[in-house]
């Protein structure tokens, strides 16, 4: 066959054997079934792509009836006779024997045009043997030809360990709210691998019990630490279960508040978690002695254990913990009854593996019992020194507050016995004297936190002689002498002088003065170092509370907040801003400018905050001059509204002098 396809030659209709088309329906149906076939073929988009035949297919060739070629067609009538179309069958060739030949009427169809149209197109274009194309890239083409790539889905392909790792970033909130998504991203949120730490602290007040109780049954097995406190809504006995029945690994289990526990369903939950180390059961009425004897029974890693106000249980139940937890280290008994038992009190000194006890409110604790608990019961006294030859104990954090039997000989016996001590209350504690804490501080080497509170018969000479002399002085944190009347600058002074380490100081209903606070400024000053850095804020260093302190006046408040704001500008040298300020709470009446001024420096606008410090002070000054009696009083009162005037401009700013010149312009009208 030639490259070419040449024209047909003219029929001559008016040749007997060749009988008209429309005469012919078979002929005209087979017309109409070769034109569909040669449109077909005419893509030469398809013939670029194929792919291998399946093994079942009933076709011998690799070419296929959906894709004819046109290479070797020609119009009607010019093959001869005994032949068929070359192109109908895929490989080109005729398996129909000789037949006798057919003319047809030439005329200028859709065959002849296709024919002319690819005569110079290569026969290697035209190839018979081409495949249809694959369902995937078929479904991948769009009309205008070009290949349209589906969407990769992300998430989908991802593995479920990273998918976990990336949900573990939110809150308990946020999972909650995104499980809503889709069922996948419910099932992910729900993973137990993300509950191993259930905190309903944010959201306790605001969760459904039924919704509580799925996200535990649902993360049960995975839960380590448990923290529901508040959550009244788990009232019914069947909520409740569900955490007994699921949570089977808990090592932290919180469950202050949570009133509505029954007693059972708290015993089984404690049975079935034989790890706990830390467990909080404040002010639950389902606690009893009971529970404390499942608790010594189920629970040998205990570590920590707060059972303050629980109203039916007594210390015989802390009796039964103590003994039966040998990891104990924390106990938390706060207005717990029956402390006057001396077999609680052996049982404690026997032990000796507490390090914090809290003991706050129990009334019944009297002198006897405490001493039991320090150096037990008949010990034996050293000649020497009169003092109990015993183990010294492992407290490090110790709280009496309000143990009203306590007396100044029972609080005495810590001396000596009590080396590790960093924490000490006593507040409440109104029949301690001075005798009390002398042993005390002076073999405390590492206290920090030293609480005083409302012990009136608390004298100046405990501060200046024993206090700010002893070995604990340059560590200490934390000193609170509120309501400690008889104490005043005398006493105060040497503290501020020599404990260089104080955080906060609590002096409220004190004598205390000006000095103490001019004190305060001149330690804080010498302690901390400055910075050249315009752009650094400085941080609270001292906390100071001189609430109804009758001897502080506007002149000591004045001092701190001069040297909040100090700038420092030495000859030859760049200047220097402080890093470190004091929080000050005063009188009501000061304290508005006292907080203006100190968000003023913590922004780092020392020139606004020494600006209002001193537009305060003149007018301090000048109602104090208003106050005088004698000549120019009219004079010194006027001066005095107008620095009030000034110092409430500086304090409320542009808004504050509009606000009072409306509020003027109503009284005129």
Known sequence: MSDTITPPDPIDEESPVVTPLEGRPKEKRRQRLLKGIQRMSSSPSLQQIGRSRAASSPYGTRGSLSCVSLAGTSSFGQYPSGSVTPGYFSNGQSSVPGSPGVEFPAFEGI??????????????QLNPTTVSLPAEVAATRSRSGTTRKLPFDFWARMPDEIRVHILSYLRPKELIRISRVSKEFHKFCFDGQLWTH???????????????????LS????????????????????????????CMNLINATLEGCRNFQRHTLHNLIRSNEKLANLNLTSMTAVTNSTCKIIAQHCPQLETLNVSWCKHMDARGVKMVVLGCPRLRELRAGEIKGFDNIAVAEAIFTTNNLERLVLSGCTDLDDEAFKT????????????????????????HLDLSRCTQLTSPAVAALGHLVPELEGLQLSGCTSLTDTALQPLLSSTPRLTHLELEELSELTNDILSEHLAKAPCAPKLEHLSVSYCENLSDVG??????????????DMDNTRIGDLVLTEAAAMVRSRSARTSSRSSRPRIGLKLIVYDCQMVTWTGIREILSWNAEIRQPCESSATYPTEIIGLKCFYGWQQTVEQHTQRVLKGDFAAAARLERKWADYMQAVEEAGATGAGSRRRRRRAREAQMLHADEEGGAGRRRARTVAAACVVM
């Open 492 to 505: 105060m002074l040497p503290i501020m002088k020599n404990c260089v380490s104080l955080k906060s100081v």
């Open 373 to 396: 608990m320090i150096h037990g019961s008949r010990p034996e006294i050293d000649i020497l020194t009169d003092r109990p030859i015993v183990p010294p104990r492992k407290l490090r």
């Open 219 to 246: 993360a049960g097995p995975f839960v380590k630490d448990l923290n529901i406190r508040g959550c009244l809504q788990i009232e019914h006995f069947k909520r409740a279960e569900v955490i007994v029945t699921s």
């Open 111 to 124: 065959e002849t045009r296709i024919a002319r149209k690819v005569a110079n197109v290569s026969t290697t």
């Open 198 to 216: 259930f905190d309903a602290t944010e959201f306790y007040m605001e969760i459904p019990a039924e919704a509580l109780a799925k996200i535990i």
